[in-house]
């Protein structure tokens, strides 16, 4: 259920050095859960490829995306407006194209000749990604590629060198193939959209600077931005988790995209710290890789939207869902940024509702009853089924769970576990902002407008 916003006053200004990033507390004790630092987000390609197959489906059975104009609100300020050490003090120029203002087209692949098609198995691989070389120039010798940044279910990244605007750039170049080439075009619709409606470039979401084909390829070319907060996390916080000051300042950058995001009708579907980059002075982050995103009327009910761990539970249980998908999917990795552990590290979407009820307690019935998948999870008395593996046997076994008594392991005592040292007034402000993100009940979480109000963001 969508809520009205009110206006939000005026934010604190304050910035950031390593000092401020890297933990400081004291004698913390690394629990013997997973370390955010050391995950792979490819590393369950399985879970990753049923969330991009329903992705997929819904591209093409969308010929054009009507999206939404943005609604009409009051702005918000940043209060990182103005700081002076941003890497990106003369943000590149909103890309010449006509505004969005109605349907987005899907285009249909273009058919005019590359180069020799022959040569086609030696540019690509078996699954249709280009095949980097490192040196090599791309558009006709504009774009120096210096580095390969890695692959996801839609494309392969690499950062290069803009000779033209004599900048770094990063290049989504998308996989070979006429679905992953509407995939391509659809995101780069919606990001456009996002930009023409930030023409200042205070919403913290990535600049998409330009496109152009090559070797039947669709590359994007996105601003160049230095690290995603996991590396960040692997380098000043492994173990213990980033330093809570850190903490706020991120968090209030990332609730003013999500701001922008519900303003403009957009679900990310895919927030985590590898989605968010920050700059080189690490004072400023972007949200990127709207490959996931959609307007929010497009939301087909599907237990694998958002990667796994970050999944909100109205998704696993098949509610029709909103804007609250993405606030959950945050509230998870700040707790990640500030603990360096994964919140809820799930092995399949029935473990993750066992590891969210033990934190968070049964969830609602209200809620469970308007779920189209409950009844692969819980039975007619709404008892939780957990599918495991019995540790002696090795066969499957299902166990009822009630969860009606104490949580096992609640939110404020994991959080304050790795909380010593630091403020017990703001730690217990952080403890509220997460719990209110990570409500249960989608229709009473907390709103990015309400999270830029919260004390913890406000410093009061």
Known sequence: MRRSLEPTPELEDFALDDSDIRGKREECVAQAEPAAADFDPTFDRQDEAKRHEIHLEAVCQNAELQLRPPEQE???????????????????????????????????????AHDDANLTSNWDDEEGYYRVIIGEMLDNGRYHIQANLGKGMFSSVVKAFDSVEKRDVAIKIIRNNEIMYKAGMKEMGIVKKLNLSDPDDKKHLIRLLRSFEFRGHLCLVFEGLSKNLREVLKRFGRDAGINITAIRAYAQQIFL???????????????????????????????CDLGSASDVSENAITPYLASRFYRAPELILGLQYDFAVDMWSIGCTLFELYTGKILFPGSNNNQMLKLIMQSRGKIPHKVLRKGLFTASHFDEQLTFLSRETDTLTGKPVVKGMSFSGRIERDLKSRVVEYARGEDKGVVGAFVDLLDKCLNLNPEKRITPAEALRHPFIRGN
Do not use: C, W, Y
């Open 257 to 287: 995209a999500l701001l922008h995001l519900r303003r403009t009708n957009v679900l990310h579907a895919d927030l985590k710290p590898d989605n968010i980059l920050v700059n080189e002075g690490r004072n400023m982050l972007k949200v």
């Open 74 to 112: 009051d702005e918000v300020d940043d209060m990182f407006a103005d700081v002076d050490d941003d890497m990106f003090a003369d943000p590149a120029p909103v890309p010449k194209t006509r505004p969005i203002n109605g349907a987005i087209p899907v285009l249909q692949k273009s058919t005019k």
